[in-house]
């Protein structure tokens, strides 16, 4: 009798002790993922990542996206605030930082001092619009890497400050479409987003001559990466959380609204980009494949229950988490319908570990990594 009344006594303990815990999440949704895509067909497991040639190794630092300006030179931002340029005559050179230089610029502790840029693209003038996780929409004018701040974080959009930007791309007539991941958590707790499933993504717009900004879409789940189709007349978002891509349309009857593109992708998606046939690489962070590393499901196997990833966020510190993140690197192509049409994997990581940004250039593939201390190349006359 005595036992039974000191168990139930350390159980109610236990549980009061759990309950005042504190966690970042507030409200966490529910969300049944469809059964992971099979590793098979289109998706059938491959080597072709296994190629990607790592350049300037030890000299990068987690390289996040590219862009390539007429003259044949390459742009990415590093991990540690870093704009660079890969000259047309293959010399890496550092361009300027979004953020403040210090010694310790890398660890994740100080993006918000560092800057972390996100997307980068280049306007037909040949500037730089960089989405920086931290500092916001910024403009970085060359040759001289004069960075201008063009929506501060503090300001944002509307009244609420941006706390996570994340795509970038610039349309034909010189409008700058970007993301922002998450109105609520900074990149370097995006974990904690994603484990909310929330929506507080959003899609905007800057128009440069106007300089005026505005929101086209809310309620997004953790928007990452955008592309226009090939006549512009929609926009296509990854929505990392729910492992989908929504098309947003631009243009035609449908203008403003937003429908499914494509569903259930085999990973978190990161990127999109729109490659020369008109199709979209798109690079994932982490992969899901079904019967393939069953390990890796966290999201698949927590999305029904909110209250144990609550739980989950109260005793296990952050950086427990990414043993759950795959060692699987994958990029699939995408047809105008959606439709997966090939895959490159390293489903060891022996070369690469994820993929943040595929991006063809010249029949090469420039891949970029959240793990990468390189900047992946892979020659596709060789996986194609
Ligand atoms: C990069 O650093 C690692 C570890 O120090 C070393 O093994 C590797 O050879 C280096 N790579 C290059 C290209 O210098």
Not at 58 to 68: L, R
Not at 293 to 306: A, I, S
Not at 308 to 330: E, G, Y
Not at 332 to 348: C, Q
Request: hydrophobic fraction near 40%; charged fraction near 20%.
């Amino acid at each position: 009798m005595l036992r039974i009344l000191i168990c139930t006594a350390v159980m109610l303990f236990v549980a009061v002790v759990l309950a005042l815990l504190p966690t970042p999440l507030d409200d966490p949704q529910m969300y049944i993922y469809s059964q992971p895509p099979k590793a098979e067909g289109t998706l059938q497991i491959n080597h072709k990542l296994q190629r990607t040639r790592r350049l300037f190794e030890n000299e990068s630092f987690a390289p996040e996206s590219f862009a390539a300006d007429k003259k044949g030179n390459l742009y990415t931002g590093m991990g540690d605030g870093r704009i660079m340029r890969i000259s047309s005559e293959g010399q890496l050179q550092f361009i300027t930082r979004t953020g403040r230089h210090h010694s310790k610029c890398g660890r994740e502790s100080m993006e918000p001092v560092c800057g972390r840029p996100n997307s980068i693209r280049v306007d037909s003038d040949g500037n730089l619009f960089v989405a920086d996780a931290y500092k916001g929409l910024l403009k970085i004018l060359l040759p001289e890497g004069i960075v201008h701040v063009i929506i501060p974080a503090e300001k944002g959009i509307d009244g609420i400050p941006f706390k996570y930007l994340n795509g970038l791309e610039i349309s034909q007539s010189g409008l700058v479409y970007f993301t922002e991941s998450s109105t609520k958590f900074e990149r370097r707790d995006q974990l904690y987003d994603i484990l909310e499933l929330n929506n507080f993504g959003r899609l905007m717009v800057y128009d440069p001559k106007s300089r005026i900004s505005r929101v086209l879409v809310k309620g997004l789940f953790f928007p990452n990466g955008i592309a226009f189709n090939m006549e512009e007349s929609y926009i296509l978002i990854t929505e990392l959380s729910l492992c989908r891509i929504t098309k947003y349309y631009l243009q035609t009857s449908k203008q403003g609204q937003t429908e499914v593109f494509t569903e259930n992708l085999p990973g978190f998606p990161d990127s999109i980009r729109r490659n020369a046939r008109g199709n979209y690489y798109v690079g994932f962070s982490s992969v899901r494949l079904d019967g393939f590393n069953t390990f890796y499901l966290l999201m698949d196997y927590l999305g029904p229950f909110p209250s144990l990833r609550t739980l989950l966020t109260k005793i296990l510190p952050k950086s427990w988490f990414d043993v759950f993140s795959s060692n699987h690197a994958l990029v699939v192509e995408l047809d105008r319908k959606g439709a997966i049409v090939s895959s490159f994997h390293d489903p060891t990581a022996k070369v690469i570990e994820s993929v943040s940004d595929a991006f063809e250039y010249n029949n090469f593939l420039y891949i970029g990594s959240m793990e990468a201390n390189f900047i992946g190349s892979l020659d596709l006359a060789k996986v194609l």
